[in-house]
């Protein structure tokens, strides 16, 4: 079982940046892999960025490509999201994910949710 505890969220102008964290529990939270997906009003939750138990292969939504970076530290047991060049059109509530493999977490077939934290960009 693994719990997911998203923060780091809030209010930022267009262009500016936000990092994104997620703490995980457990003791294996280092054997999976990590996404965050987002989910804006009226619209269906979508795929952001995925990153593999070990780190060494990261992906993106062609939207973040260039924008967005996901890391992890597994000795701190936590997973971020650094934000660049934020636009409004990111606004959504940014969700965190555990998958037992990364192209399974690309795909949406994660085990365990978090429950979100709210990221709004103003123009």
């Known amino acids: 079982q693994v719990q997911l505890v998203e923060s780091g969220g809030g209010l930022v102008q267009a262009g500016g940046s936000l990092r994104l964290s997620c703490a995980a529990s457990?003791?294996?939270?280092?054997?999976?892999?990590m996404g965050w997906f987002r989910q804006a009003p009226g619209k269906e939750r979508e795929f952001v960025a995925a990153?593999?138990?070990?780190?060494?292969?990261?992906y993106y939504a062609n939207s973040v490509k260039g924008r967005f970076t996901i890391s992890r530290d597994n000795a701190k047991n936590t997973v971020y999201l650094q934000m660049n060049s934020l636009k409004p059109e990111d606004t959504a509530v940014y969700y965190c994910?555990?998958?037992?493999?990364?192209?399974?977490?690309?795909?949406?077939?994660?085990?365990?949710w978090g429950q979100g934290t709210q990221v709004t960009v103003s123009s």
């Open positions: 994910a555990a998958g037992q493999i990364d192209h399974w977490v690309v795909a949406g077939t994660v085990g365990f």
């Open positions: 457990g003791r294996t939270f280092s054997s999976y892999a």
């Open positions: 990153i593999s138990w070990s780190g060494g292969r990261t």
